[in-house]
């Protein structure tokens, strides 16, 4: 949409979490194994650091922008200056749908995050895919983290409207449905608030955020991230 969201036909693939893909792939079984022997969430390392999984497509990697611009590192710069001691792990992959994000979540959990932001769906709108599917796949990603008493904020997301009102209002009710049947979620509403349709704060394909755009979404989720943070047990956090 303008400026709105993402989608494999209007992005690259080029996506620096999507580098490591072979590597993680790899040592994935590994890291699930230590995880499942830290029990439920994950383990704290040394010093406190909690460590923040943000799963999501192309907006997630900052697709355009140096890796120091794109929202997961503003968003972990915003929580450090906020005093807290927070490592946001980049796992954006360009042009993921929902069901990608569901493919790849256990072994992206095998950064063993102490909370999560899920922030799919983009790309399910931009190819006009089944709003039931979507969330089938949001649910099996959610209950995922559920399993593991990992806290978690659902991003929520709008549809291109030339797709139709219709689609639309079933596209988003996705969201909401979802954080209205599990009040443990942390909701925001929608990824790009304040960015979407401001040319300013998007690339010249009015779909990514610029560098200031990427700030602008770190800033207005900050609030919502801090609740979620709160939620993190302080033993399990080291």
Known sequence: MSGAVTGEGSIGNSSRYGRRTTLQKTLAGLGMLLAGAGGAGAQGVPGGEIRLLMLGDSITAGFGLARAEGPPARIQARLREAGRHVRVIDAGVSGDTSAGGRARIEWALADRPHAAIVALGGNDGLRGLGPAQMRANLTAILDALARRSIPTLLAGMVAPPNLGADYGREFAGVFEALARERPDLV??????????????????????????GADVIARRMLPFIETLLDRVRVSAAG
């Not at 509403?189 to 704060?201: H, K, Q, T």
């Open 187 to 212: 909701f925001y509403p929608f990824l790009l608030d304040g960015v979407a349709g401001e040319p300013r704060l998007n690339q010249p394909d009015r779909i990514h955020p610029t560098a200031e």
